[in-house]
């Protein structure tokens, strides 16, 4: 075997892995370690490769994910805490041959939007939403979110929450499953590299089924929040393996 | 057999110094460095680089997108 | 001339959004202004022009759709009622924060609360000063016939696109349930999208074509220092409507020593007490701000150097009044007459209104 | 001229697309015209009232206070509006459901037996242009051609077919009218 | 004395909340007044009063859960920030017309839209012209620091049962999050259920007890002249609380030459920019509203007679000037310095806006 | 057998059916063959019968049944359209001893308040509701609701609800069962005798629930609007049956 | 056996005459009158008195809770 | 006697901790006090500061463009507030991190190198306690006693555990200062 520097396999043509140009130049402003930013490069790599950009209409609501628009170089909207599905339709009523995706917080959707998600769902419009579970509001300073699971401590739960008084996490997911006007609906994860893979095949797949017209497509991403979550991002995704996803399971929930 | 040979690149001023990449490598090549870069974070760095296979998982799980990866296949 | 037809008022302005070439309307059920939507789903025009018609489930759904359409360039429009109006205070102070071009109708009624269905001019102070959060203004139209939900349509939607702001046609329950003759202008063709991003792609969310950068539409800034000049070149920009786009009419004024000032459904009746009045002799005119905001202050400061005192007739408790007074500066006596929570005054109470409170008073 | 109406009685009896229909045939004559309605919640049973204006002017208010004219059809607007009517105008009414007649002595009053001649043709729907047919002979203001054309104007295409019942039914009303007192 | 802490203004108003004996807290998450929950959460006051704190789903929730508990006579309370107060108007709306009494907090941010969380005083329309729909009033208390933000819960349930009527605490992101010493008051204890029977059984949602009819909250009323006539019955309400409740406090007034109004963080800002203005020889005071609504016109009318120029100094491109010029009566000069989307003026530049504006103007 | 004339068995000792006194005496507003009004009448029979008219608290958002406080004599609150359950939390909190319970037409609850009812729901609030679903928006004149079936016409669906573009009708009642929050969720109807009488039923468990603290009893009753239908009220029975029920099956959804 | 005979009595100024009582009775005794009361309905009277059971199924399905039924039993 | 400060620094460093233990010294030495905080949403690596007033009298406005006295931990802070400071006024830095040294000739300035000492501790979460101590020496105005017991005041009860760490910190702190330059 011959002798191999590290400058050898450092050249252009071997690049494997790069930044898809469909990043801005803005560093990322989200807290080290935290999921948003995988999930934000899967939507862009999946727009790069299905060669959509310039058909391609994003909207994020408020939540960490309020400044998508500064990173993502595509044309965005950025809509009022809880009423992306919302845009969504609107936008998508008038510009059936665009590509159209919601990139959500749980508190945003799954709370204050509750009604515009299951309306959006319910109508079957031909949009993606990509919802991003970490289980707190982060922007805000984590407070409790829908989705915080039973017992865990959050700004507006410090001594846990107590299902009792605050009620149960909800699978907003499971929810929308049932509803005839979502045609493909799954939950993921990024937390290691296998379950980026599978991730970004969803999104993929969220974004095929617009051109094919088939109606809403809705993909969880279970995700971490270290600040909210007060751990390191290493903690953060171990005790997300260990705590919810036993509660959020992972997996295709419908595919029509 | 052709051998596979990899090498990974970080944007150390726009690591996080998260450490998640670390723990992705299948062949334990990834470190963090001592010092830290202009926003006051230690960075990744591969401390065994001839292992690196050029898996891209570390890319993978990089929230910041900040590891490029190379590969190439060595004749054996 | 255009067609005519007799219809009501909330059929004629349904009629307007489909020959103004609007693209979408998106609404939610409510009294006295669901013949809105009724009117369009009975005309199907997706299958005239294309403009796409959809029940929402809530007026907060409804504005945000308008604000989502709005920000590709494309004309959007919702109409409600008073209750439904306040859920869309947020969505007007987006919409004016990210200065993306929208008309919205409010067929107002009585409240506060849920109030009642009747006519009403209580939501003035919503309307003109911003009931929403935040620095901000819409342009506000008080059509006060049927003709006029019509033409105003097209009207609203210039200024909407010319200033990139909402536009808001501040209309009551009587405008709205009445008929009369309107005459139908030609069918305005939608824009295609192509014409869309010819025209607007400096702004408009439209798709990042190569060679451009990303269009965002968004009203956020996190730097207050940022937020200030954002600010800065709002409040430009509304100096500037101030400046070019108040609109009224007169009616009776040359000779007037007395003023009414009345706006939609008030002015009408106005109109015929003005006519009483004169029947009197009492030399009386009416003035009718038809633009609320822009307001037309500076024609009202020149005519209170002409008349000897100013009733304000409003179906409210009295909200207009704070801006004529504003206007006036207090030279002459300026006092409201007020019928409200649905009812509407009779020319007769306007007159001896006038004559207790103004002349007499 | 100005004629300022208003139509009064049950929700179920026609009032509103009758004034409709006058209001078009007002149209079809160039005149100014403005139909206001009464409007509520849907739950049925309550009355229904529609203010009509003719004009040859402009309309100035299309909410009226008194009225030239009411066509009143039940007891609880013979009890609302008889004494909104100006002296010398004139009060229309079917007695069929109406238990205290008029008592004004200062204006025209005029009787229309529509239901009684709706049951005759055996078709209720009828009621309304009969009452019609009655106004118009008292105020001949529009043309009988520019009423069928108001009549055309106002029902949907699919509905034509009815009109010449209507036609039938409007010009009954013209010969069924009861003069009780003029002033 | 009370306990002495040093709090935020956020918090101090939290432990305002527990101590004023308020029954139930319903809010939802916004910067920059999170801590407002946040506090009530930790230390758990039901355990301690039995007061519920609950986080809703949104603010549209938030207060129609206040609504409802204020409905039965409770003490109930919500706070947020702009975007989620302009999502709360209809319910406003609805509490002013069914007359129930309640307080809420706005911890006012820069707008319009989203904006940013920084502090901002571009509320004041929204807050007291109504951004909701109908004639309405809201009182509007303006603390300017912590310990007001503390001793006007009390002074605002109290007002809010007098005239059972909503009352809105107007702060913004500067009060909210600073820290100051706060002098906390001893603890008043819930009324227990049957307090309140006794003493709002005439119009509290409490249970028909045999013997009494059936209580009904409501804002419907079909019937027009109904409606007018409970109109009629909130104006003059209104009419008492401008009468009796004003509230204001001045400072360096005596000698004055000149006048800055300004409340809130601005009234602090201009506290200091008196003293400057004064070390310049400047003969300048500060009359601050305490209540926005009902707004101290009565007194800047005095005090109009006695100075030359006012600055309404406000962190807003201009709304409470209205205010102040209706008062005034345009005898004397009035100008706005505002600085806004979360922009806080300093002292200094007030001073300058003074001198170039109104003495030098 | 004797001769019995009428007045032999119409005596006060003979009554096996009169009006509850719960009534108040003017005459119910909704058209003739309402739903509503037996609806009514069975909450009101429920509470005279319990003997907790002293305790029990009503909300009627916006709808026919907005004026229910006009019928029902007990204390009662008219909330904004949709907001009940946010209204029947907020009471219930304070008032844990009390009976509360929402009435609530399908535009109100599956519309405008989704997001309230979804959420009340979630948190298993420990309150009534009572949920008349007609198919449509009764008070505003016959516009299509969330539950309007595909291809019946209302006001905003003159040519017929077509599921592609007005979307599905949603089955909200089979969506709240699936939240954890629920205890006691059933499907009723009140078109013939034997209907009603199980629907009391139904309606009864749901007040007896918050005795017993069990969280959230939420009480569907498939109902005819037959001025929206633009039938007669018996037509509008007929057309339910046959109509309604095979999409909105009646039974009990969830009885924990 | 005791035969059970019922009456009821229809608060006839509050009867909409939706008809709605009318198909609920198992022994045909309802119909609608030809006159109208006040409000302009029909109402529902018992054109077969003597087949009433009283067993409550009109009064039960009326929305306007305008029947009220009586029963007695009779000794055979 | 009022001191206007500004701390600023990155989120992590105890900035407004470190104010808030300045400021609670204050208030149990009877003082009036402010505490204004910088704030922003929660994603981090922004930088953080706070305005702390300590005065004999009543405070204007919480909010100040200059300052008596910044104390700065990081090179943005730095580069914001360096031109803030009053002429004659205080800068206090720890040199770590800190590229660009102070160039002003008008203001005093002192070094801490708090991380170095932290370093030495063992702990870094010292570092503002020791940064607070070198302010003390530089200002003493306020008493050791009132800092301890604005200490506990600041901390909530389960941490009270870490107060002698706390003190020790303080005192370090008080003897590391470095004099730049007076004026
Ligand atoms: C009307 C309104 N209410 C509240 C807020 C404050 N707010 C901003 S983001 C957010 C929640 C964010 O949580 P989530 O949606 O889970 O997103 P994350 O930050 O966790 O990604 C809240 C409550 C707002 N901006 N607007
Ligand atoms: C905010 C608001 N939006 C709209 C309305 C108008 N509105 C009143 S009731 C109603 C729907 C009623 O339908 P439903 O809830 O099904 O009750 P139903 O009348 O059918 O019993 C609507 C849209 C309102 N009052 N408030
Ligand atoms: S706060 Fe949480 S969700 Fe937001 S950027 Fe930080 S880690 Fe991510
Ligand atoms: S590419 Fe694979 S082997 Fe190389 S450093 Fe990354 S994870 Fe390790
Ligand atoms: S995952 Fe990325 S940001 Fe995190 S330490 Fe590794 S290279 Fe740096
Ligand atoms: S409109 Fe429909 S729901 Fe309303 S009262 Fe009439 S029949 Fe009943
Ligand atoms: S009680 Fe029974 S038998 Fe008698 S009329 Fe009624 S339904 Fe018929
Ligand atoms: S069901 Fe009742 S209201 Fe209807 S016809 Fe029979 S008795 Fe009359
Ligand atoms: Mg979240
Ligand atoms: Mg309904």
Redesign the interface.
């Known amino acids: 075997m011959a002798e191999l520097r590290i400058e050898d396999i450092i050249k252009p043509e071997n690049i494997v892995f790069k930044k898809t140009k469909l990043f801005t130049d803005k560093p990322l402003s989200y807290c080290p370690g935290c999921g948003h930013g995988v999930v934000h490069r899967l939507v862009l790599e999946v727009i790069e490769e299905m060669g959509i950009e310039a058909e391609t209409i994003g909207i994020a609501p408020v939540g960490c994910s309020v400044l998508a628009y500064e990173f993502m170089n595509i044309d965005m909207v950025q809509a009022p805490h809880g009423r992306a599905p919302a845009l969504a339709t609107g936008i998508k009523r008038i510009h059936t041959e665009k590509f159209v995706f919601t990139y959500q917080g749980d508190g945003d959707l799954a709370a204050i939007g509750t009604a515009e998600t299951i309306h959006a769902c319910n109508r079957g419009e031909n949009i993606a939403i990509i919802f991003i579970n970490n289980g707190i509001y982060g922007m805000t300073g984590g407070q409790m979110a829908p989705t915080t699971l039973p017992g865990m401590q959050s700004s507006t739960s410090p001594y846990g929450r107590d299902v009792e008084t605050m009620g149960h996490p909800m699978k907003i997911t499971e929810l929308v499953s049932n509803l005839p006007g979502t045609r493909f609906v799954a939950r993921h994860a990024v937390h290691t590299p296998a379950l980026v893979r599978k991730t970004k095949k969803a999104i993929r797949k969220a974004f095929e089924n617009q051109k094919e017209n088939k109606g809403l497509s809705f993909v969880e991403v279970v995700s971490n929040c270290n600040s909210g979550w007060k751990m390191s991002p290493v903690e953060s995704n171990k005790w997300l393996a260990e705590n919810m996803l036993p509660f959020y399971e992972l997996g295709t929930l419908k595919d029509e | 057999m052709a051998?596979v040979?990899?090498?990974i690149?970080v944007d150390v001023e726009?690591c996080?110094?998260?450490?998640?990449c670390?723990?992705?490598c299948p062949t334990d090549v990834l470190r963090m460095s001592v010092d830290v870069n202009g926003?006051?974070?230690h960075y990744a760095y591969?401390e065994n680089?001839e292992a690196c296979t050029?898996?891209?998982?570390c890319?993978?799980?990089?929230?910041?997108?900040v590891?490029?990866?190379?590969?190439?296949k060595?004749p054996? | 001339m255009g067609e005519l037809r007799l219809m009501k008022g909330n059929e004629a302005i349904a009629e307007g959004f489909i020959r103004a070439g609007v693209d979408a309307y998106y609404g939610y059920p409510i009294t006295p202004q669901s013949e809105v939507m009724e009117y369009l789903m009975l005309e199907q025009p997706e299958k005239k022009t294309g403009m796409v018609v959809l029940q929402a489930e809530s007026e907060l759904a409804a504005i945000n759709m308008v604000y989502g359409a709005a920000c590709t360039g494309k004309k959007a429009v919702t109409s409600s009622s008073s209750p439904g109006i306040s859920l869309m205070q947020e969505g007007f102070s987006y919409i004016a924060g990210s200065e993306v071009p929208a008309v919205v109708l409010n067929v107002a009624r009585g409240g506060p609360g849920l109030g009642d269905i009747q006519p009403a001019q209580s939501d003035y102070f919503q309307s003109v000063k911003g009931g929403g959060h935040g620095d901000y203004r819409q342009i506000v139209l008080a059509p006060s016939s049927v003709q006029e939900m019509y033409d105003f349509v097209s009207i609203a939607f210039d200024l909407a696109y010319k200033y990139r702001i909402m536009v808001l046609i501040l209309s009551d329950g009587a405008i709205g349930q009445m008929m009369e003759k309107v005459v139908l202008g030609d069918q305005i063709p939608r824009m295609t999208n192509q014409e869309i991003k010819d025209k607007y792609d400096s702004w408009a969310i439209t798709g990042r074509t190569p060679g451009r950068e990303h269009n965002v539409i968004t009203s956020l800034d996190l730097d207050q220092e940022n937020l200030e000049r954002h600010n800065h070149h709002l409040q430009a920009k509304y100096r500037e409507i101030v400046e070019k786009e108040v609109v009224f009419e007169e009616y009776a004024i040359e000779d007037a020593e007395y003023l009414m000032i009345a706006y939609g459904t008030s002015a009408r009746i106005c109109h015929k007490a003005v006519q009483l009045g004169r029947e009197k002799g009492i030399k009386v005119g009416l003035f009718r701000p038809i633009t609320l905001w822009p307001f037309p202050d500076k024609r009202i400061k020149e005519l209170s150097n002409q008349v000897k005192g100013i009733l304000s007739v409003e179906m409210s408790a009295g909200q207009m009044i704070e801006d004529i007074m504003l206007a006036v500066e207090s030279k002459i006596k300026v006092e409201h007459f007020g019928r409200y929570g649905g009812v509407v005054h009779s020319p007769e109470e306007v007159v001896i209104a006038l004559e207790t409170k103004i002349i007499g008073g | 001229m100005t004629q300022e109406i208003i139509i009064a009685g049950f929700g179920g009896q026609g009032v509103l697309s009758m004034g409709k229909i006058m209001a078009y045939s007002g149209v079809m004559q160039d005149m100014e015209v403005s139909w206001m309605p009464s409007y509520g919640p849907e739950m049925r049973g309550g009355t229904a009232n529609v203010t009509v204006i003719l004009s040859n002017e402009r309309i100035s208010s299309p909410i009226l206070q008194t009225f030239d004219t009411a066509i009143i059809l039940n007891q609880q607007s013979m009890d609302k509006f008889e004494e909104k009517i100006k002296p010398g105008g004139t009060l229309i009414y079917d007695s069929n459901g109406i238990f205290n007649l008029p008592t004004r002595k200062d204006i025209n009053i005029y009787h229309i037996p529509a239901a009684k001649e709706a049951g005759k043709i055996g078709n209720i729907k009828t009621f309304n242009m009969i009452v019609l047919g009655g106004f118009l002979k008292i105020f001949p203001i529009v043309e009988m051609d520019n009423v069928i054309k108001g009549l055309k104007k106002s029902l949907p295409e699919r509905h034509h077919k009815l009109i010449p019942m209507n036609e039938e039914a409007i010009k009954r009303g013209l010969g069924v009218v009861e003069t009780i007192q003029t002033v």
């Not at chain 2, 890319?59 to 997108?65: E, H, L, R």
């Not at chain 2, 590891?67 to 190439?72: G, K, L």
């Open positions: 051998k040979r990899g090498a690149v726009r996080k110094g998260c450490e998640i670390i723990g992705s926003k006051g974070y591969m680089p050029g898996c891209v998982n890319a993978t799980v990089c929230p910041d997108t590891i490029t990866v190379y590969r190439i060595v054996s």
